[in-house]
């Protein structure tokens, strides 16, 4: 069976404040890096997945990152999909 | 009456649960390990403090899909009463029987203080021994308690009567200084803050007394 690699990444949605992202970018301006407007942090999560094909791979990776990987009243999630070599 | 406590791994309240209602109230509890899933004979069911497997991925994430849980659903929109304290409370919101999120502390860091509370418990059964705007004060101990929902939905809570706790001064930037929610039944409760930590005088006060003993009649 076709063997996938899936990288979701979950970010805070636009209009949840992420403190931590705040204090991190305080920090890149006492380390001396100017011009840092914006940063917020969210995780990236990788995942193997075996399925018959790409379309069910996606299906049940599109059902893991929205009910499980990512709550959906707080964070974004975005999906990339390779069949492995 | 017997009064159920879950058990997560990770969870470090509910012994003070179980302490508050049997050691200071005189109530039966039996402890629900999160691979149970009988609740039969159960008058109400606690999901306690603490960090139910790690806090992995997110606060209550993975606690959602114990099969304890699931059973729970199904009590709860039964009309069963069941009150999540604080991790409980961050459950409750993933297991989506309470509305919104619970996310990390305007300020970073982890609370552990009393908090001036005010409470309107409307149709709430857990808050019945209370007064329209009684004010009230129980300690809060959580890094993640910001409560976080869609504008319009806080605007529906408010006008449903579900906003039955709120903090007099915001500690934690919560929307709407939501301290605590109630469905519209009335029969679920989820809070930050600890009333089992208010039960006794010796350990601060008893202002969360008539919450635990609120279903004892």
């Known amino acids: 069976m076709p063997l996938y690699n899936a990288r979701v990444q979950v970010s805070l949605r636009p209009s949840v404040l992420d403190p931590a992202g705040e204090a991190t970018r305080a920090a890149a301006g006492r380390l001396g890096v100017e011009g840092v407007t914006r940063l917020r942090i969210g995780k990236a999560i990788e995942v193997d997945l075996e399925a018959p094909d790409r379309a069910t791979a996606e299906a049940r990776l599109e059902l893991l990152s929205d009910r499980l990987l990512a709550n959906p009243v707080i964070e974004d999630w975005s999906l990339e999909v390779v069949e492995a070599g | ?217």
Do not use: K
Not at chain 2, 41 to 52: E, H, I, W
Not at chain 2, 84 to 112: K, Y
Not at chain 2, 158 to 164: P, R, S, Y
């Open chain 2, 1 to 217: 009456m017997t009064i159920g406590i879950v058990v997560f791994p990770g969870s470090n309240c509910d012994r003070d649960v179980r302490w508050a209602l049997e050691g200071c109230l005189g109530q039966p509890t039996r402890f629900l390990w999160h691979e149970e899933r009988d609740l039969s004979g159960l008058d109400a069911v606690v999901l306690p403090g603490g960090f139910s497997y790690g806090d992995y991925l997110r606060c209550g994430a993975i606690a959602r899909f114990a099969p304890v849980l699931e059973e729970l659903r199904g009590y709860a929109e039964r009309g069963g009463p069941v009150l999540g304290i604080c991790n409980g409370f961050q459950v409750l919101t993933e297991l989506g029987l309470l509305p919104g999120a619970l996310t990390r502390n305007r300020g970073l860091h982890f609370l552990c203080e009393p908090t001036a509370l005010e409470v309107r418990p409307g149709g709430c059964r857990w808050l019945q021994g209370y007064d329209e705007g009684e004010r009230i004060v129980l300690p809060i101990a959580h890094g993640e308690g910001r409560y976080q929902v869609d504008p319009t939905q806080l605007q529906q809570l408010e006008q449903e009567g579900c906003v039955v706790l709120r903090y007099s001064a915001n500690p934690n930037g919560s929307m709407g200084d939501v301290a605590g929610l109630t469905n519209p039944q009335g029969n679920v409760l989820g809070l930050m803050p600890h009333p089992e930590r208010a039960c006794d005088p010796a350990t601060g006060g008893l202002d969360g007394r008539r919450l635990l003993a609120a279903l004892m009649g």
